[in-house]
Each structure stands twice: as C-alpha cells, then as structure tokens.
Nanobody, 124 residues
C-alpha cells in the first residue's frame, strides 16, 4: 500500500523560504510520477509541480516557475519542494501525490495516491 507523508509546512513571512518533504513508501517508485498540488481556502486544488521518478524531468505551474524547485532523493524515497520568494498568495494546504506512470500530468484526477497535506501560510 502506497503511503505518502508530507512535512515541512509552517508560517513564513513574504519573501521567505520553506522546503516541503514527501516521504513515499509501500512500492518501488522507479516507474512513478510525483506531483505537488495545493488548495487555498475557497479554491480548487491546483497543480504546482511534477517530477518523473525515473527520468527526473520536471514541470511547474506558471505561478511558481523560477521560485519553486521540485527534486527527489532516490535513496530516501523522498520528494522535495523547495519554495523561495514566497508570497501571501502561496498560502494553501500542499499535497504530495503519486501516479503509477513515469509521466507527470497536471490533472489531480490522474493521481491515485495522496498524502494528508501540510499547511503553508505566508504572511504579508
């Protein structure tokens, strides 16, 4: 059974940084794609970043390009989301997700496995 456990959220001032972690277990993830999504109050859940576990290729939402970086540590089965230059509009619950395909996609419907989420709050 796939388990995803996020950590690293918190309260930070605008312009600050955070690094989120997603520890994955229960499978061999070499043929999986991982994604980070976020959901702000009253809004739909949206794609933030994706990474292919096998190739390491990545993609980002336009709103975070140049500020966020997704990466992975194969030995630790962990995916990270480094968030720099944070803005108040980045405030949301951030979720890690996995799909059993090497290709990441932006649609949350294509991800079968989800973590519990971690709150990120950016104050102005």
């Amino acid at each position: 059974q796939v388990q995803l456990v996020e950590s690293g959220g918190g309260l930070v001032q605008a312009g600050g940084s955070l690094r989120l972690s997603c520890a994955a277990s229960g499978r061999t993830f070499s043929n999986y794609a991982m994604g980070w999504f976020r959901q702000a109050p009253g809004k739909e859940r949206e794609f933030v970043a994706g990474i292919s576990w096998s190739s390491g290729s990545t993609d980002y939402a336009d709103s975070v390009k140049g500020r966020f970086t997704i990466s992975k540590d194969n030995a630790k089965n962990t995916v990270y989301l480094r968030m720099n230059s944070l803005k108040p509009e980045d405030t949301a619950i951030y979720y890690c997700a996995a799909r059993s395909s090497p290709y990441y996609v932006t649609s949350q419907l294509q991800y079968a496995y989800w973590g519990q989420g971690t709150q990120v709050t950016v104050s102005s």
